[in-house]
């Protein structure tokens, strides 16, 4: 299995960004999608999820409206459109599978890919 992030970088606080991971190694049409992230002294906090089929996505408070997930399963591909980014945005963003979800806090992680540093500042 491989996850590869692509599409961090630094940015000014209102700027965007879109990141973006591509999976193998197993039945990625079969498999929830999610961004989680992870800033300096701080836990993880699971950013959004995508469903298998692309139908359904959910995100933390902290993001709702700001960020869009997405997935292209003839491209194995998944997304994260950030916009209005703030300050607090600053982490490494992960691409993690998901083995189950039952909501945020309450899901199980699979596998992870090595991260994509995100850096807001002024």
């Known amino acids: 299995v491989q996850l590869v992030e692509s599409g961090g970088g630094s940015v000014q606080p209102g700027g965007s960004l879109t990141l973006s991971c591509a999976a193998s190694?197993?039945?990625?049409?079969?498999?929830?999608m999610s961004w989680v992230r992870q800033a300096p002294g701080k836990g993880r906090e699971t950013v959004s999820v995508?469903?298998?089929?692309?139908?359904?996505?959910y995100y933390a408070d902290s993001v709702k409206g700001r960020f869009t997930i997405s997935r292209d399963n003839a491209k194995n591909t998944v997304y994260l459109q950030m916009n209005n980014l703030k300050s607090e945005d600053t982490a490494l963003y992960y691409c993690?599978?998901?083995?189950?979800?039952?909501?945020?806090?309450?899901?199980?992680?699979?596998?992870w890919g090595q991260g994509t540093q995100v850096t807001v500042s002024s």
């Open positions: 993690v599978t998901l083995r189950t979800w039952s909501g945020f806090g309450r899901s199980k992680f699979g596998y």
């Open positions: 190694g197993f039945t990625f049409t079969s498999v929830y």
């Open positions: 995508i469903t298998n089929n692309g139908a359904n996505t």
